[in-house]
């Protein structure tokens, strides 16, 4: 089987697979990262969301040999190495923005990466970025809060749910 | 999936190579509509050859006639973010999926996959694109060949789409909720030698330009030039998201919003 050579958080990572391994099936079962979600496995849920190179995909859309080379961040990256969590997690546990958790590490990637292009996103802007993550508790109210709350601006607005 | 191998090729030079070693082996643009078809086991290539590692089909540029030419590895967010020459065409890129999905998805991937409710074939055809391949280049008007079919021949692959860039245009789309693909999506473009307007998502022949509004719109560009035009829903899409005679409206409905989002 042919080698695929990546870096995950930081970190050389290398592992046989075969074409058709998906890099979310490398990230969980050849590294154990299994923070990354797979929800509907049809690319619509994005539970299984990653960066590859700084932009967020789909991990269950692409093939983990697509990756060769490039830099990779999961959710188990996100955090300090002491454990102590980045502004995105902070909000998300302070404004109570997941409920099962199981659609949360897709949603803060996510969230990553609008901040990264739009500093200081609207409600709408942040609804119409999340529009391929969906939450199945419905939690999507406090997911939205937790965001802008992440990006510094005045939450008080938001309708409470 | 089936079992399959993937060669992810630097150059098109080796992607025409592997891809003319056998008939089995398949080209993989971002894999958006690819991977889900692989996964449920509509397709068993033998290999994919990845064309997302070639730089040379990849980015945007303009050229000596002012049209807009962009790599078919270019992904859509790409097409946003680089089009601005083509404000109609880089607003259509930016609705298509979702965020995650535009950082994949290839141009040359939506059109040679030829989605009946994909986006980019409107564009293509209501530009009046050329759609160049390792080959040849062929008009848009000569490229679509109805449902998920093309001109493009066994292991052809696209490497570029030159657009000319209108006077106006707009595409306006009536998402189906759950997938966000269009029910119907409608790309009207002035230019000065005529309006095209390219309708996806209704028929059942694929994307199509609808020429009796062509040409009333040639007449007087605005919304009212449309209003004794009707299309038959005979030949449309019928499925639970709605019957072929709603499309058929539908078409004249977001044709209107096309133009006046022209202006």
């Known amino acids: 089987m042919p080698q695929v050579k990546m870096t995950v958080n930081g970190k050389p990572a290398s592992g046989e697979v075969e074409g058709r391994t998906l890099l979310v099936e490398f990230l969980r079962e050849n590294l154990g990262l299994t923070g990354t979600h797979v929800g509907c496995d049809t690319s619509q849920c994005g539970a299984c969301v990653v960066h590859v190179d700084g932009k967020a995909v789909k991990s269950c859309t692409m093939f983990a040999a697509e990756a060769e080379g490039s830099e990779v961040l999961t959710i188990e990256g996100v955090a300090a190495p002491d454990g102590t969590m980045d502004a995105v997690q902070q909000a998300f546990q302070d404004h109570h923005g997941l409920q099962c958790g199981f659609c949360t590490p897709g949603m803060v990637m996510s969230a990553r990466a609008l901040l990264a292009d739009n500093p200081t996103p609207s409600e709408a802007e942040i609804r119409d970025y999340l529009e391929g993550n969906i939450c199945r508790c419905t939690g999507y109210h406090n997911i939205v809060k937790a965001i802008m709350a992440a990006s510094g601006q005045d939450v008080s607005t938001i309708a409470a749910q | ?263």
């Open chain 2, 1 to 263: 999936m089936y079992a399959f191998d993937i060669e992810r090729p630097t150059t098109l030079a080796e992607a025409v190579k592997h891809m003319a070693a056998s008939e089995e082996n398949q080209a993989l643009g971002g894999g958006q509509t690819l991977i889900p078809t692989l996964k449920q086991r509509l397709a068993s290539p033998e290999k994919l050859i990845s064309l997302t590692g070639i730089d040379e089909i990849r980015g945007i540029c303009e050229d000596d006639a002012g049209r807009v030419c962009i790599g078919a590895a270019t992904t859509h967010a790409e097409v946003v973010a680089g089009a601005g020459a083509y404000p109609a065409l880089a607003a259509l890129a930016g609705n298509i999926g979702d965020p995650a999905v535009r950082n994949r998805g290839t141009i040359g991937g939506s059109l040679a996959n030829n989605d009946p409710s994909a986006c980019y074939p409107a564009a293509a055809l209501g530009s009046g694109a050329t759609i160049v391949t390792d080959k040849r280049e062929i008009a848009a008007d000569d490229y679509f060949e109805g449902m998920f079919a093309t001109a493009l021949d066994e292991g052809e692959i696209i490497t570029e789409v030159k657009f000319p860039v209108p006077q106006k245009a707009a595409y306006m789309k009536f998402e189906q909720p759950a997938s966000r693909f269009a029910l119907v999506g409608v790309f009207v473009a002035k230019y000065a030698d005529g309006v095209r307007v390219a309708v996806t998502g209704a028929s059942e022949e694929g994307v199509f330009r609808w020429s009796e509004a062509e040409a009333a719109l040639a007449a007087d560009f605005s919304a009212g030039a449309l209003d004794e035009l009707s299309l038959s829903g005979d030949n449309m899409i019928s499925d639970l998201h709605g019957s072929g005679d709603y499309r058929a409206h539908l078409v004249g409905v977001m044709t209107k919003r096309a133009v006046t989002a022209a202006g």
